[in-house]
Each structure stands twice: as structure tokens, then as C-alpha cells.
């Protein structure tokens, strides 16, 4: 905190590397509730970040400091910290799984009329990567492309619709942490895929490499689906539970090598994409954009109209509505946002910021809190979770998104068919598809004065400047974001590898111009109705 206010940037310096900015106005109530005599402080004035420290040979030391810099470029540094980075310690190898009489697969030659896809999934629960699945499945199968079964360790509301679709679903279990177990659980799905008589598997989010692992053990040809764009050790902080729950190191390794050995890696965007392929060169990948139906967003925008909705929703019609719509937590930023809206809404009274996708969290109740505590509690709505997000897009005039980490929301592309423009965080792929000046507004993530920079330039913009925006969004929507070419494109792909998988897996990339690639459109996430982390 600077002057009594948050710092508009923090970054932390490890040795003489490049420093990383970290995630800023994180909420920090228990400060100011400490109440120190003749001090004031912002309740947004914490800062976090996960950063993996790799071990060498040695232990090593590391000097770790931190920057943080206001407005006005007033800047304050910590005192360097040095920590002790303990050296590699060598992984034993996995042990052996039963044998179950010899697991194998024959597959030389194979005539496969009519491919049998087994799909790993993390969930059937409504959330981001659940949705993603769930379109292209329904998709797929309405097109009778193949026999489909989903193995999930957790139930959901999904479920049914999967099942009416002829969809097959069995309830599995989590990927075991230790290395006894997880070798056993391996060899059990790899026993499920063989009785099945699979000849393709999808494996969709990072968190569900042992169905990749278990399909590559016996030969079967895998799609993994990733949408996750966080560097592999920080995922595995997150999968596992950071240092509350530390798995055999030997597990852990699997999620790398199963990567290196998969016949392709999907990605929905490609920054994210370039990002896994710096980390691994060798990994053979291909971007898929995803879209949505278009044609129900047109049917709801005939059958409702945007006044309509908006006085329905208690909307004057002079308001001019922001939306910020996802999961209310940390990685998407609405406390930032909360706190540099209050600033910019000063001089523009009709302007209305809606953060749609609360739920029971202590975040949220920060957030809560914070719009009280700014005295801004009738210019900000926070709703919960809402099934419903079509009303909240028809009557936005324009679509935030603050989050720092995002591969490619959802959000975006439903906001842009309705005809909204978007301020955007510039991280990962969302410069891919919202083009500054044109579809919407950038600003640089995790860094205060360039949402609030960003927070002006939307409010300061025309109603005639407005509706060109709007009309250039709609434009760019129905050319890119039809969601049925996915469908098409996995179809595709299922073909190809349950016929011959050697036509990827002999591709060998070197570099990035070599590197697979299709485009068209993937239905991803629908994020107000993403679970909780």
C-alpha cells in the first residue's frame, strides 16, 4: 500500500530475473479490521502470486523481493527475503501395476467402421470445462459420428442429458496421489478401455492425464483437450492441493510424459498453445477456436427486446451497463475491478457496473464488502450464479473482464453475438478474438491504471461510436464463432485417429511454423455457471 491506497502494480523480483507481476488488490480485511492507530488502509492492498522455484543438482539459495508502485509512480521495495531452494531429489520409478493376465491392444490393420470413443471428464457438474464437453458430446452424437462412454470421478446435474442422448456415463474416482495406488487405479482403466473395446479416447482438462496415461499404456490413440494456461509445476500446486497434500513425485511426472506422448494436444486459443509448446518443444498440438449456437442467441433476441429486458431487470433507460459476468474468485478480478469502477463512476452517475456469478465464498463476501465500504452500493449489483445469463447480455451495453488468467471465456464470444463490445484483460487468447478500438477495449492485466484508463475510454465512448462497435462485434460472431464446425472438426479427428493414428503421431514439430493447426470454433465455457475452484 502507497499512500494509503493500494499499489496500482506489484512486482516480485526473484534473483536478477525478469520480475512477475503479481495478482494485486487482493482483499485483506483482516488489516484493516486490526484498526492500528492513526493509519488508515486499503482494504485492497494484498497481493498473491504461485511461483514454481525448479531445484537443481544443489540446494541453492534465492533472493526474493518485492516492488510495488503507485499511480503517480511513487514506488516502495521490500527487503530481500532469501530462501533455500532444496536440491532434486531423484524419482524413483512407478512401480508395477497387477497385471490383470497382461494388458495389450492389437491393433495392426484395424478396420474400424464405427469408432468407440471413451471420454475422460472432471466433472459433470455446470462449469466452464463441463460445458465445453457437454456441447461437443451432444453434438457429436445427434450426428451419429461414434459410441461414446464418459468416465468422471464426480456426478453431476450433466449426467442426464448425456444419458438421453445415448450417451453412457460410469463414475470413477480421483487420480490417486501416491504411487502404489495410482499405478493400480491406471491399470484399472486400462482393463475398463480394453473390456469396452475402445479405439479412441478424449481426455478433456489437464487435471484427467491418468485416462491419457491408462489409454497410452495399452496403445489407444488420445485427444487432450487442455484449457488450463498456467505453467505445468503451478498446476500442479493447484491440482493437488498446494503444500497441504504433496504426491509422490513419481505421479506427478506423469502429467509431463503423458503430454510428450499424447497424439494431439488440443488448445482453444493460441497463446496458450505457444505457452505449453515453449515448456515442452517436442508436444505435438493443434488450436481449435471454440464458438456457441448462434442461432439460439438470435431466436432469444427477437423473442425478448433489449428495453424490455432491461426495465424488467430495473434498469433506467438512461443507465449504461457494464457486465462483468463469471465465477465470482480470485483469477477474475472482480475486487480490482470493484475498486477502480468506484473511481470512474464519480464523474459518470448513470453508469451501473452488474458482476454476475456470486456464490458463498470468502472472496465474494470481500467484494460485497468492498462495494459498502466505497459507498458505490447503488451504482454496483452483485448477482449469484444465474442459469439465465442471455438477459444480463441483452441488456448490457458493454462486457468486462478483468480476469488474469483466462484462456478464452465464453463470455466474450456470447457478449460479441449479442452485439456487445468487451474491456478486456490482454491475457492469453483474448487478443485472438477482441480486436482494440474495433470489437472492444484492452488493458494490461494486473495493473490498476490500465483497467481504470480502460474504464474511461468505454465510458467516454459515443452512443453512435457504441453502436459501430456493436455492429463490427455481431459481424465477426456469425463469420468465427459458429459453434458446429468444432463438432465437425472432432469428428474429423476421431476418424482419423481411430483409423490410423500414425498419420499425427509421425508428424515431428521442431518449430512453431510446423506446428498442426485447424481453425474453427469450440463451444467452451459458459463461466456464470462455472463451479467454485
Known amino acids: 500500500m502507497i499512500g494509503q491506497r493500494a499499489a496500482d502494480v506489484v512486482l516480485i523480483q526473484i534473483d536478477n530475473e525478469k520480475p512477475i507481476r503479481a495478482r494485486r488488490c487482493e482483499p485483506r480485511h483482516d488489516v484493516v479490521d486490526a484498526k492500528v492507530q492513526d493509519v488508515m488502509f486499503d482494504v485492497g492492498a494484498g497481493f498473491s502470486e504461485t511461483i514454481a522455484l525448479p531445484a537443481g543438482k544443489a540446494d541453492r539459495k534465492v533472493s526474493i523481493s518485492v516492488r510495488a508502485v503507485a499511480a503517480d509512480g511513487t514506488a516502495w521495495r521490500s527487503n530481500r527475503v532469501v530462501v533455500t531452494v532444496a536440491a532434486q531429489v531423484p524419482v524413483p520409478a512407478l512401480p508395477s501395476a497387477a497385471n490383470f493376465g497382461g494388458l495389450s491392444r492389437s491393433v495392426p490393420g484395424l478396420t474400424v467402421d464405427r469408432p468407440r470413443v471413451c471420454v475422460f471428464a472432471h466433472s459433470l457438474n455446470i462449469g466452464g470445462g463441463e460445458l465445453y464437453l457437454q456441447e461437443l458430446l451432444l453434438r457429436m452424437a445427434a450426428d451419429d459420428v461414434a459410441d461414446f462412454l464418459v468416465i468422471c470421478p464426480r456426478d453431476g446435474v450433466l449426467r442426464a442429458e448425456l444419458e438421453s442422448a445415448g450417451i453412457e456415463v460410469h ?27 475402445c479405439d479412441v479416447v478424449i481426455a478433456n482438462t489437464l487435471g484427467e492425464f491418468i485416462g491419457a496415461d491408462a489409454a497410452i499404456q495399452i496403445g489407444i490413440p488420445v485427444a487432450w483437450v487442455i484449457h488450463e494456461s498456467f505453467q505445468l509445476d503451478v498446476f500442479n500446486t493447484h491440482l493437488w492441493g498446494g503444500h497441504l497434500n504433496k504426491p509422490d513425485q513419481n505421479v506427478v511426472g506423469r502429467l509431463r510424459s503423458t503430454l510428450l506422448n499424447t497424439n494431439v494436444n488440443i488448445f482453444v486459443a493460441e497463446a496458450t498453445e505457444n505457452m505449453f509448446r ?82 458463498p465464498s470468502p472472496y465474494g463476501d470481500s467484494v460485497i464488502r468492498a462495494v459498502n465500504d466505497l459507498g458505490i452500493s447503488s451504482s454496483v449489483r452483485i448477482i449469484d450464479i444465474d442459469s439465465n445469463t442471455y438477459r444480463w447480455f441483452r441488456a448490457a451495453d458493454v462486457l468486462v473482464s478483468a480476469s488474469d488468467v483466462e484462456s478464452l471465456p465464453r463470455s466474450i464470444l456470447e457478449a460479441m453475438t449479442f452485439g456487445v463490445p468487451v474491456l478486456a484483460a490482454d491475457v492469453f487468447g483474448v487478443s485472438e478474438v477482441v480486436t482494440d478500438g474495433e470489437t472492444g477495449w484492452l488493458f494490461e492485466s494486473r495493473n490498476a491504471q490500465d483497467l481504470r484508463s480502460g474504464l474511461m475510454r468505454v465510458l467516454k465512448t459515443t452512443a453512435s461510436e457504441l453502436a459501430v462497435m456493436s455492429q463490427t462485434c455481431r459481424q465477426v460472431s456469425a463469420k468465427n464463432f459458429d459453434g458446429q464446425n468444432y463438432a465437425d472438426e472432432f469428428s474429423k479427428l476421431i476418424s482419423d485417429l481411430s483409423s490410423n493414428p500414425k498419420v499425427i503421431e509421425s508428424i515431428k514439430i521442431s518449430g512453431r511454423s510446423a506446428r498442426l493447426r485447424r481453425s474453427s470454433t469450440l463451444r467452451e465455457m459458459n463461466i456464470a455457471l462455472e463451479s467454485p475452484a
Request: net charge negative; charged share 25%; with cysteine.
Open 171 to 197: 463414475i470413477g474416482s480421483e487420480a490417486p496421489s501416491d504411487a502404489r495406488r495410482y499405478v493400480d487405479r491406471r491399470a484399472e482403466l486400462s482393463a475398463l478401455l480394453l473390456a469396452w473395446k
Open 278 to 359: 515453449d515448456m515442452l518443444p517436442q508436444l505435438r498440438t493443434r488450436c481449435i477456436r471454440y464458438g456457441i449456437d448462434l442461432s439460439v442467441i438470435e431466436s432469444y433476441e427477437a423473442e425478448h427486446s433489449k428495453s424490455t429486458i432491461r426495465e424488467g431487470l430495473g434498469f433506467e433507460e438512461s443507465d449504461f451497463i457494464l457486465l462483468c459476468m463469471g465465477i465470482v474468485q480470485e483469477r477474475k478480478s472482480q475486487f480490482a475491478l470493484v475498486h477502480e469502477f468506484a473511481a470512474a463512476v464519480e464523474n459518470y452517475p448513470n453508469a451501473k457496473l452488474v458482476i454476475v456469478g456470486n456464490h
